[in-house]
């Protein structure tokens, strides 16, 4: 008897999801949000917590079974804080709720919670303190900003406090650790990782001034500028910026960067993106910008945030496209892959994943800079 009307509802989403798309980011970007949507959702499990809070657990499907991942829920929520943070807040509720039960007593976030279906604790043998740290505090400062509002970060500013002061003593150059990309393998002084703690620095900063913490606001942005002029300066590769700060030679995408330009920290020099989207442009191969100067493999969730970076929409499109025809092309019948290579339209390993929410970062910028607007005029 809802058919028509359920019907109906389904072909306005879909046409205003396509309209809206293209508009920011092309015909082809579109596409790729339409071919994401309904996998980046059902990657996920919606449960309420005993306490009546809502939990979005991920599902780690095709890598190693784990169930609420801090750095899967990163990359994923763009798609939540554009239609509902709320999901986005589920997203991170169990995290709290294991580090505030005394559970998880490191002084990071743990990277997950246990293995799918059971939320048992955490099962990953590896911890990723600058990694998840990071994620969480930067998720928090997004719901901040889609909400207009920092009452959720007051609520868990103990535990926020924490992870904040830990990557203020540890994040400018990270030790031998994990970061998201952790099928790459344990490196030290990562640039991009870096590029998270600053971020995570600046969005406790963020939160706090939201909340009428001023001098607690100011000395957390003031440390996060320090730092990120520390960071330029040790990763300056001439035309573009390190992989690692100690190996001159390489680089990476800094899609961790993507948070100072959708968030209004003004924390990094314009110039820093517009160097690392000149030299991208000149780096991509036939499906796209590699990860970083290792392999020809790369993710197609960030470089759809590296892509963001960019000031002008034929760079954006000119570092998409190449994502669409990966997936248009590729003879391999499996889910949408967000880990593939770059020169042959083949996946590797990863299928069917929650990461490929992220593709809606481009539409939250255009998001958050209306919200801006609309409070301005307020």
Known sequence: GDYPVLNEKCREFDLELMETATREGG????ELCALAYRQAIAAHKLVESPDGDLMLLSKENASNGSIG????????????????????KALLNHIFHYSESGKWQKPFPAHDVGTYPQAN???????????????????TAAIAAAEGNAEYARRHWKELTRWAEYLVENGL???????TDDF??????????????????ASYGYCARMLGMEEVADSYFAKAREMAGEWVRMADDGDHYRLT??????????????????????IFPESVTRKEIAYYLHKQNRYGLPLDSRRQWTKSDWIVWSA???????????????????????????????????????????????????????????KYTAKKQENRIQ
């Open 184 to 201: 790459a393998g344990h490196f030290a002084h990562n640039a991009n990782l870096s590029i998270k703690a600053i971020m995570g620095i």
């Open 245 to 266: 700060f100690d190996k001159s030679g390489t680089w990476s995408q800094k899609y961790n960067l993507v948070w100072d330009k959708l968030l209004g920290f003004g």
């Open 308 to 366: 963001t970076l960019a000031d002008d929409r034929k760079s954006f499109e000119a570092l998409v496209e190449p994502v669409w025809d990966f997936m248009n092309e590729t003879v391999l019948r499996v889910p949408m892959s967000d880990w593939y290579k770059s020169d042959v339209p083949a996946h590797v390993i990863f299928k069917a994943r929650a990461v490929v929410g992220g593709y809606w970062i481009k539409m939250l910028e255009s």
């Open 173 to 179: 150059d990270p030790d031998n650790q994990l970061c």
């Open 69 to 88: 991942t801090v750095d899967i829920s990163y990359p994923s929520a763009p798609l939540f804080l554009y239609y509902n943070p709320e999901l986005c």
């Open 27 to 30: 015909r082809k970007y579109a």
């Open 121 to 139: 604790g955490q099962t990953y043998k590896h911890d990723m303190p600058v990694e998840e740290s990071g994620n969480m505090l930067v998720l």
